[in-house]
C-alpha cells in the first residue's frame, strides 16, 4: 500500500466533507495502524490535529506511550504541537509530504499569539518576553505531586520504558 497516498486521500476527503487539510496515518510492521484527518472544524476542539488524533488511536490500541517501531505520515510538516507530541511517541522515523512554504499561498492557519512562521523564535524566549501572556505562581505543593509520583515508582524519575536518547 501506498501510505503517503493513503495520508494525501484522508485530507483530500476531509476538505470535501468540509474539514482542514490535514490527515496522518501511523504504520507499523507494514499496516496501517491508526489514521485521522484533522478535525478542529468538526469538534470545535484546537488539538483535534490529525497527529494527535492519529497518535491516541495508536497508543491505545498498542497500549503503549511509544510508538518506537512505527513510521508516522504526515501530510504537512507538522505543527509546533504535533511536533511536541511526535516527539513525546518517538517513533522509528516521521514522514511529510509537503512545507508550510509549499501550501502557505493556499492555507495560512496563524492565530492571536500564535504565527507559524515566527513560532520558533518565540517559543525560545523567556516565558516573561513570549506574546501569551504567562504568570509563574510558585506551589510548594506543586512539587510535592512530583516527589509523589518518585516515591511510587521505586525511586525512579524516569517513566519506564521510555525511550531515551543516546
Given at each position: 500500500?501506498d ?67 512505527a ?72 512539587v ?23
Amino acid at each position: 500500500m501506498d501510505f503517503a497516498q493513503r495520508t494525501i486521500d484522508i485530507a483530500r476527503q476531509n476538505v470535501a466533507e468540509g474539514g482542514r487539510p490535514f490527515a496522518t496515518v501511523i504504520v507499523k510492521d507494514g499496516e496501517i495502524v491508526a489514521e485521522s484527518p484533522n478535525m478542529v472544524a468538526q469538534t470545535g476542539d484546537p488539538t483535534a490535529h490529525a497527529e494527535i488524533l492519529a497518535i491516541r488511536e495508536a497508543c491505545t490500541k498498542l497500549g503503549t506511550e511509544h510508538l518506537s517501531d512505527a513510521t508516522i505520515y504526515v501530510l504537512a510538516h507538522p505543527c509546533p504541537m504535533c511536533l511536541g507530541a511526535l516527539y513525546y511517541c518517538s517513533p522509528a522515523e516521521v514522514v511529510f509530504l509537503t512545507t508550510r512554504d509549499a501550501y502557505e499561498p493556499h492555507y495560512v492557519d496563524d492565530r492571536k499569539y500564535f504565527e507559524l512562521g515566527t513560532f520558533y523564535e518565540e517559543i525560545a524566549k523567556p516565558w516573561q518576553e513570549r506574546r501569551l501572556p504567562m504568570r509563574h505562581e510558585p506551589r510548594e505543593d506543586a512539587v510535592e505531586v512530583y516527589r509523589f509520583w518518585q516515591e511510587r515508582n521505586g525511586g525512579e524519575r524516569r517513566v519506564a520504558g521510555a525511550p531515551i536518547s543516546v
